[in-house]
């Protein structure tokens, strides 16, 4: 090696680095929403999917919307490149949805208690209410009707999401 030898590097730097923002989380009482990711200025974004399901309309969209969104945690990456530069953020979108309600078939009655026969939740808790006339339940048997109309609510909660159904027993 000659000491008088100078040997000259030239470094380029790609275009200015991307940014990547797949938004804030969202707990949802729906099964559809639309992604909240960024702006781009420069680059190209990309959702992908990393956990549950989802349809999403338009995955190189940073505002696209997602359908069909699974029960629960869906986890999607929204992931921003520019020339061989990336920067990935990922967001959970939360589908709380309860299984929707369905109380059963209104029923004309001789007496004043029957059985009722609402949909059991796959998502979600089953309670009854009365909304009017009289009633006391034990799990989905009812007794003590009031004579003339009784409206009873089904209703199913999951977190703070709700489905609710009624029934008439007359």
Not at 71 to 91: A, H, L, P, Q
Not at 110 to 121: A, F, G, Q, V
Not at 127 to 132: E, G, P, R
Request: hydrophobic residues 30%; negative net charge.
């Amino acid at each position: 090696n000659d000491p008088a030898t100078t040997e000259i590097y030239t470094l380029s730097l790609h275009d200015a680095l991307p940014i990547s923002n797949a938004g804030p989380q969202q707990v949802l009482c729906v099964d559809s929403t639309t992604l909240a990711g960024n702006t781009l200025t420069i680059g190209s974004g990309q959702w992908i999917i990393l956990g549950g399901t989802g349809d999403i309309a338009d995955n190189s969209s940073y505002n696209t919307t997602v359908t069909k969104l699974g029960y629960g945690s869906n986890m999607f990456k929204w992931r921003v490149t520019n020339n061989e530069c990336f920067f990935e953020d990922i967001v959970e979108i939360i589908n709380d949805k309860p299984t929707t309600a369905k109380a059963g078939q209104d029923q004309t009655l001789c007496t004043d208690s029957t059985t009722l026969y609402p949909n059991t939740p796959t998502y979600g808790e089953g309670n009854w209410s009365i909304i009017s006339g009289s009633a006391i339940f034990n799990e989905n048997n009812v007794t003590d009707l009031a004579p003339g109309n009784n409206i009873l609510k089904w209703t199913i909660t999951n977190n703070e999401c709700v489905s609710t159904d009624t029934i008439n027993l007359t």
